[in-house]
Nanobody, 124 residues
């Protein structure tokens, strides 16, 4: 299965962007979808995740209240709506899929499939 992330771009601080992650096959085969980001010189870090079946969401503390993760079953797509963007949100954003049920949600190793990344740049 292929994951395709899109929607990145250049935005001013305080602005908004919506990222999309489309799967090439029916996403009900994924238990959980996650968003991660990686800034230059830093490790890839967890941003948000959502369970496909029950819709439960998880957020990293620094984005809680500013970012919203959602899914559209009909479109086989996961979204990350990012509001009140800050310069420290600048990074390449990746979507990821986890096949197995349960387990954790915030670590890179807990996901089996990855998209190619989309650049988000927030200017101050």
């Amino acid at each position: 299965v292929q994951l395709q992330a899109s929607g990145g771009g250049l935005v001013q601080a305080g602005g908004s962007l919506r990222l999309s992650c489309a799967a090439s096959e029916r996403t009900f085969t994924f238990y959980r979808m996650g968003w991660f980001r990686q800034a230059p010189g830093k490790e890839r870090e967890f941003v948000a995740a959502i369970n496909w079946i029950d819709g439960r969401t998880y957020y990293e503390d620094s984005v809680q209240g500013r970012f919203t993760v959602s899914r559209d079953n009909a479109q086989n797509t996961v979204y990350l709506l990012m509001d009140s963007l800050k310069s420290e949100d600048t990074a390449v954003y990746y979507c990821a899929g986890r096949r197995l049920s349960g387990g954790g949600y915030s670590m890179v190793e807990q996901y089996n499939y990855w998209g190619q990344g989309t650049q988000v740049t927030v200017s101050s």
